[in-house]
């Protein structure tokens, strides 16, 4: 990534799924073909890219293939082999690196880098055996088990009050490695996305402000509108004190909780492009995944301006009715209403189908619109 490659090259992606395919949109309208490798034959981002490449994660053929085919590579999501990326890494500039993936891949290791980066977490324990639940000290309880790998949107987690509970959930999550955090009084959740070059250069979107139920992203709100601009600015600064720490070159997201008595700690970070960022697309001048492509190709980072203030809901298969779709008409009739949806035929309850991003000239218009829009698809006001 020191040199810059221009467009007309092909850029290759590991991962199929939704960010896949918002990047593969973001690279074309640049000028880049685009490759993506996923076994999936009817991939969101297969369905559009110029080349997919139909081979595991770890086949040595279609690696071999991307490798071939492809300028640079990044990732989609977090749990692609860091193995593949290291032997890509090999033969093609790969950003994010091998390195930097596998520390996002391992709930210790990222907690580790957030200690090294100087940035507050939730205290935690690993457990690696049944022996170190006797090492659980009563000042981690309540708190919330977690598997340490391929844990997302709430699965893989359990809350726990008790010694006992505690005993349950470890054995009702097969006994892997696991992440004890103690629970912590919220009061919000918020996130940032950051952009790092090879050459180290730093930018950064607003801070998003957060909704989850069961696990999974709902709402974002930009300019997040309950968090004082001080606890913005110290959010900021930790997402770029991450992202500078381990030398890292493409797009980072950090979630952080604030807490009730103000206080700021990190959660959980991805090495890629965010679902809490895709309001990007329609509210900045540059989007998340602009930012993923410059970054990989080498080309200059600036920093993204917010135009329009917004609101960003996700749209899960819950809310597909059994004979027919969501009320479309009624929903595209609202002022500075963006839908989008992600190629996927089959609806399932949890699954991530699109997203609507509303913008407006202020955010109380924007949030307006919003929860008509909710009221129309049945979604839970916020």
Avoid at 48 to 72: C, D, F, K, M, N
Avoid at 103 to 120: G, L, T, Y
Avoid at 348 to 353: D, E, V, Y
Wanted: aromatic fraction near 6%; charged fraction near 20%; charge should be negative.
């Amino acid at each position: 990534m020191t040199r810059f490659i221009a467009p007309g090259a092909t850029l290759g992606v590991m991962g199929g799924g939704q960010l896949g395919r918002m990047f593969a949109h973001a690279a074309q309208q640049m000028g880049y073909a685009t490759a993506v490798l996923d076994e999936d034959v009817v991939s969101p981002a297969g369905l559009i890219a110029h080349e997919q490449i139909r081979a595991s994660y770890t086949g040595p053929s279609g690696l071999a293939q991307l490798a071939r085919v492809s300028a640079a590579i990044t990732t989609e999501f977090e749990n692609v082999p860091a193995e593949a990326l290291a032997w890509l890494a090999q033969h093609r500039p790969v950003a994010p690196a091998a390195a930097a993936v596998a520390i996002c891949q391992d709930r210790a290791a990222e907690k580790a880098h957030f200690v090294h980066s100087h940035v507050p977490c939730a205290p935690h324990l690993l457990i690696e055996r049944e022996a170190d639940l006797e090492r659980v000290e009563a000042a981690l309880l309540p708190g919330i088990l977690k598997t340490n790998r391929l844990g997302y949107d709430g699965k893989g987690q359990i809350r726990v009050t008790t010694r006992d509970e505690l005993a349950e959930a470890y054995s009702a999550l097969e006994r892997v490695p696991c992440l004890l955090e103690k629970m912590l009084p919220l009061s919000r959740e918020i996130s940032v996305i950051v952009a790092r070059s090879a050459q180290g250069d730093i930018v950064h979107f607003p801070v998003q402000q957060n909704l989850h139920r069961d696990g999974i992203l709902a709402v974002t709100r930009v300019p997040a509108p309950d968090v004082p601009e001080a606890t913005q600015a110290r959010a900021v600064q930790a997402a770029r004190q991450i992202v500078a720490a381990f030398d890292y070159v493409g797009v980072l997201c950090v979630e952080f909780f604030v807490l009730a008595d103000g206080a700021l700690v990190a959660n959980e970070m991805a090495p890629r492009p965010h679902n809490s960022g895709h309001y990007s697309i329609d509210a900045c001048d540059v989007s998340q995944f602009d930012l993923q492509v410059r970054a990989m190709t080498g080309a200059p980072l600036v920093m993204p301006r917010l135009h329009s203030p917004c609101v960003m809901l996700n749209l899960l298969g819950d809310l597909w009715p059994a004979d027919g779709a969501p009320d479309w008409a009624g929903v595209l009739a609202l002022p500075g209403v963006h839908l989008h949806l992600y190629g996927k035929a089959e609806a399932r309850r949890g699954r991530k189908m699109g997203h609507l991003t509303v913008t407006a000239a202020t955010a109380a218009a924007a949030d307006r619109t919003a929860r008509d829009a909710a009221e129309l698809l049945g979604l839970a006001p916020w």
